[in-house]
């Protein structure tokens, strides 16, 4: 019965709430997020108590960092070992933190991402400075709580006599937040902290007249201010932090980049690691070699150039596509009475300095009473002195110790300590010259109490004194800034042609989505027909191109790819290339059906693309420029109506085209009308109609015309049934655009011929016509009559053995043979 009195029915809801909601409350204020006095976090606190207490400071031998390690798990952090083994090593990171607060013999990690050796190799000790903020923790300076068993106390803060939240920073994060406060120059922030005392009112713009932005430990320099002010001003701000180098003359009228300074947090050997991979992935042309010389002396990364490469350009590409220049962002969340915050500059140090009055005030209230007891003793054992003889009859007198101060307390006058004190007295002390020592000493304890109850009543005295223990923390630890604030921007400009060398290679791109470049020895070295494709697929472009040309590859789902040469992969003419899909995410049936070669991205061309549902526009090339995501994300270039439709033609027009356009649909209806009738569109558009199309039946493809080659221009149409047809454009009346148009074969009440495909051409052309067994047929066009707009043209094709047409290309002329 007792059981299920303690089983209560509660939602799930209502539980997980909170039981998350204490999880988290824990998370917040015992882990995760520093204090904003002390800007330590609980595990980095206990350690610094855990040491201090055991001895292990600076001005003593170091200890295994074992020892250390269990005396803070068994005292006060019941946690993993090497989650505490973790923290005590990044107390002692120079490149973490800037400045340390262990000192540590053995490897405690690298810039590399390398990890410590094991605690039981390593020992480490309290750096000078911790003293700093451990001093005076005897003195009842701060609250102190029993540890998680009841056996110990532990403090709730340290009593800091800098901001070393400031100092050192702060990263973490916790159930719904998290901070990011960078490591700042100690002189600065002492500095600002004194202005702050002297003047309660400053503004922000006055503190950062000291506080000039980070001070990373590894230096580096931080981009620009604008980000710097909202940061301080608010908790929250972006900047950019660049890595100090310089391009230095070598050898053989070459160049070097050597970068000495890395931005904060960054993986050394990740980076070099990226660097070498953009020299073998020739992402660049220019860098010969990539080289860490970093040794005891400094960090060093070298870049060497090869000869005649652009080396300030090469290094704003490395900035932009590395670690080399990375985003801070400031997040300065801290613990400010039992609470998270989001803090500025002046609200964390105002909060240091309400903290370090209060330590000031504390110790000084203890070492008053501490004066007063002892002045007490004194001023008991003086008069004692000069009673001498009648205080010993007392004692000599009495039974026993206890006797003898209650008699002294009652004859004399003397209080409860001073008894104590004179029946505790030695009798060496009896001497002439301890009463002298006595009297001194009562007159020093006079003088302390005094300036102690004058600090304690006096508010600017006590300011005077927090500024001079500042000012004696700033005399003996403070050091230059590292870190360059620079007012110059991040922004990087980039001339991306310098990078890439300038040469002429073989491209070929296929119908299926197979990219290749070969180098033109390569190429001429293979058979004509040994282009490394697979069977069933077909080529859509080949040229000897610069490795500087833009590649515009348009989908048969209107889709748009944008590949510069230089990033095709390179390899033999007979191998087959490097398939889109390995980078982009292409539906299985899209095809390449149009590529387009560009030198430069600012021409004031369009782009003319119709659909096979009736659908058409016109798209600027500015309206097409390729995206950030362009290697991974194809671009629209025109909004499909239905899933199943399909881009049947691109082409390259100028905005000011006089061309006319004839469509053809599958039902031999075909429709003429002017360009400049097509209203140019967003990429996102899907344009306008380009026929009225009847039920069930789709556009085929177009052809564009000339005004003043209309006389010589044909069209050449296959049906399903394998008939070749001919005529002049000129058979076909103008009119606007969305008409349904004219047809041009005769309508059949028995198989009627469909057309399949179509092409223009002037006189005497070598045609092919591809069929759906892959056949090729091919026939002259001079061989064939023109044809009116009636007739249906002659069977060139057997159907039953060749297959149905799919498509007809046009090849030479025949007076070019």
Aim: charged share 30%; proline share 3%; aromatic share 6%.
């Amino acid at each position: 019965m007792a059981t299920k009195e303690r089983i209560r029915e509660m939602p799930l809801e209502q539980v997980m709430g909170e039981r998350f909601g204490r999880y988290s409350k824990y998370i917040i204020q015992e882990r995760a997020l520093p204090d904003i006095r002390d800007g330590l976090k609980p595990v980095q606190r206990r350690i610094l108590y855990a040491m201090y207490r055991d001895g292990n400071t600076y001005d003593k031998p170091f200890k295994k960092a074992a020892k250390a390690v269990g005396n803070i798990m068994g005292n006060f952090h019941p946690h993993g070992d090497s989650s505490i083994y973790g923290a005590l090593v990044h107390l002692s990171q120079d490149w973490k933190m800037r400045e340390t607060l262990i000192e540590m013999h053995g490897n405690n990690g690298s810039m590399d991402g390398d990890g410590p050796a094991a605690m039981r190799y390593t020992e480490s000790r309290l750096s000078k400075i911790s003293n700093m903020l451990l001093q005076d923790i005897d003195k009842d300076t701060v609250n102190m709580v029993l540890n998680f068993d009841d056996t110990e106390y532990e403090p709730t803060v340290l009593p800091v006599r800098f901001p070393n939240l400031l100092v050192n920073g702060s990263t973490g994060i916790s159930a719904g937040y998290a901070t990011e406060i960078p490591p700042h120059n100690l002189t600065e922030v002492i500095d600002a902290t004194i202005y702050l005392l002297k003047h309660p009112d400053a503004t922000l713009d006055d503190l950062m007249k000291f506080v000039k932005g980070p001070d990373f430990p590894t230096g580096a320099i931080v981009m620009g201010q604008k980000g710097l002010k909202e940061a301080y001003e608010t908790g929250r701000g972006r900047v950019q932090v660049r890595a100090k180098s310089s391009i230095q003359e070598i050898r053989g009228h070459r160049e070097e980049i050597v970068i000495t300074e890395i931005p904060y947090a960054v993986n050394k050997a990740l980076l070099v690691k990226k660097m070498d991979e953009i020299r073998l992935n020739k992402e660049i042309d220019g860098i010969a070699e990539v080289r860490d010389e970093t040794d005891r002396h400094g960090l060093s990364i070298v870049v060497e150039l090869k000869k005649g490469a652009d080396a300030q350009n090469i290094l704003n590409y490395l900035f932009k596509n590395t670690e080399l220049q990375v985003s801070y962002n400031f997040n300065m969340v801290a613990i400010d009475h039992m609470t998270p915050m989001q803090v500025g500059l002046k609200h964390i140090l105002a909060s240091y300095l309400e903290h370090e009055k209060d330590v000031v005030t504390k110790r000084t209230k203890y070492d008053l009473n501490k004066a007063e007891n002892r002045l007490e003793i004194i001023q008991g054992l003086i008069h004692a002195m000069d009673i001498l003889d009648e205080v010993i009859k007392v004692i000599r007198a009495s039974k026993n110790k206890t006797e003898a101060k209650v008699n002294l307390a009652k004859k004399f006058g003397f209080t409860e300590r001073q008894a104590e004190a004179i029946v505790s007295l030695q009798l060496y002390r009896l001497t002439n010259t301890d009463v002298d020592a006595l009297v001194d000493e009562q007159t020093d304890l006079n003088q302390k109490i005094a300036r102690y109850q004058t600090l304690l009543s006096d508010s600017k005295v006590l300011d005077k004194e927090v500024i001079k223990e500042l000012s004696i923390v700033k005399r003996e630890f403070g050091n230059p800034r590292r870190t360059e604030i620079s007012a110059e921007t991040a922004k990087i400009q980039i001339d991306e042609k310098a990078l890439v060398a300038d040469e002429q290679v073989r491209v070929l791109i296929s119908r299926d989505g197979y990219l290749k470049r070969s180098s033109l020895r390569s190429w001429q070295s293979s058979d004509d027909e040994d282009n490394g494709l697979p069977d069933g697929d077909e080529v859509v472009f080949e040229k000897t191109l610069s490795t500087l040309t833009n590649l515009y590859l348009f989908t048969n789902r209107g889709n748009l790819i944008y590949r510069p040469v230089n990033e095709l992969v390179e390899t033999k003419w007979k191998d087959t290339g490097q398939h889109l899909s390995q980078e982009i995410g292409l539906n299985s049936e899209e095809q390449i059906i149009r590529v387009f070669e560009f030198d430069q991205l600012d021409q004031d061309v369009n782009f003319l693309l119709a659909t096979d549902d009736g659908y058409i526009k016109q798209l600027q090339l500015q309206n097409l420029q390729p995206t950030r995501t362009y290697r991974s994300r194809a671009i629209t270039a025109i909004k499909m109506k239905k899933d199943d439709s399909q881009v049947v033609r691109v082409d390259l027009i100028k905005p000011d085209t006089k061309a006319e356009i004839i469509l053809f649909t599958h039902k031999a209806y075909a429709v003429r009308y002017d360009v400049s009738e097509v209203p140019e569109s967003g990429a996102k558009a899907a344009g306008v109609k380009s026929v009225n199309l009847k039920d069930d039946d789709f556009v085929v493809s177009y052809i564009l015309v000339d005004p003043q080659y209309f006389n010589l221009v044909r069209v050449g149409l296959v049906t399903q049934r394998g008939a070749f047809k001919q005529f002049k454009v000129k058979l076909i009346n103008k009119v606007s655009r969305a008409k349904r148009g004219v047809l041009v074969l005769r309508e059949l009440k028995n198989n009627p011929h469909r057309i399949v495909a179509v092409a223009s051409y002037g006189q005497d052309h070598k045609l092919t016509i591809t069929t759906s067994s892959k056949r090729r047929i091919k026939l002259e066009t001079n061989d064939y009559p023109l044809g009116d707009r009636y007739s249906n043209g002659s069977f060139v094709v057997d159907t039953t053995s060749d297959g149905i047409p799919v498509n007809l290309q046009i090849g030479k002329p025949l007076s070019s043979r």
